[in-house]
T-cell receptor, first 109, second 113 residues
Framework: QKEVEQDPGPLSVPEGAIVSLNCTYS??????FMWYRQYSRKGPELLMY????GNKEDGRFTAQVDKSSKYISLFIRDSQPSDSATYLC?????????FGDGTTLTVKP | GAGVSQSPSNKVTEKGKDVELRCDPI?????LYWYRQSLGQGLEFLIY????????KSGLPSDRFSAERTGGSVSTLTIQRTQQEDSAVYLC???????????FGPGTRLTVT
């Protein structure tokens, strides 16, 4: 079993939809929780970063962490075609990050 | 300021040849990471440098892979006697500290023929 499991997708939604992207993890020692966005043929770029349970909001994006369930989510409100990308969760312990395999999202105009 | 840069952007090599991939991290970042991403796959951790500490090499897939970081800045990933299964995008990232958000370079796309 992988340390970080991510819903595989792909996901296709109409413009304006609410998107939910999810990961589970097995190691309770994980301390930091990140979401990266990766456009085709580019390196990942950090979207959200949190270290505590609860919600963190940044514009149309909300990161949710539930440490008791070892479950993290990224919600995208009012999705736009420009949000079409692969989204990677990453969880860090002792300086080392473990990434999910990514969920590819397509937002159709 | 400048982000993480990697060179070359693309590399095609014949099976059995050695290759060197370069990473220039963001100035002042103490941590540097190498990952491998195969087509349609997530990021596979290879190696992690943090300051002057011994690197964490636990992700290197074989002894054909090695990396060094000179002067706490530029890093080179070397793959000896390349195999076709080494074909992938090799990504470098740097961060201010070991548990901070990572900033990625654009990657080097390696193709072994």
């Amino acid at each position: 079993q992988k340390e970080v499991e991510q819903d595989p997708g792909p996901l296709s939604v109409p413009e304006g939809a609410i998107v939910s992207l999810n990961c589970t993890y097995s190691n309770s020692a994980f301390q930091y929780f990140m979401w990266y966005r990766q456009y085709s043929r580019k390196g990942p770029e950090l979207l959200m970063y949190t270290y505590s349970s609860g919600n963190k909001e940044d514009g149309r994006f909300t990161a949710q962490v539930d440490k008791s369930s070892k479950y993290i989510s990224l919600f995208i409100r009012d999705s736009q075609p420009s949000d079409s990308a692969t989204y990677l969760c990453a969880i860090t312990n002792a300086g080392k990050s473990t990434f999910g395999d990514g969920t590819t999202l397509t937002v159709k105009p | 300021g400048a982000g993480v840069s990697q060179s070359p952007s693309n590399k095609v090599t014949e099976k059995g040849k050695d290759v060197e991939l370069r990473c220039d991290p963001i100035s002042g970042h103490t941590a540097l990471y190498w990952y491998r991403q195969s087509l349609g796959q997530g990021l596979e951790f290879l190696i992690y440098f943090q300051g002057n500490s011994a690197p964490d090499k636990s992700g290197l897939p074989s002894d054909r892979f090695s990396a060094e970081r000179t002067g706490g800045s530029v890093s080179t990933l070397t793959i000896q006697r390349t195999q076709q299964e080494d074909s992938a995008v090799y990504l470098c990232a740097s961060s201010l500290g070991g548990s901070r958000e990572q900033y990625f370079g654009p990657g080097t796309r390696l193709t072994v023929t």
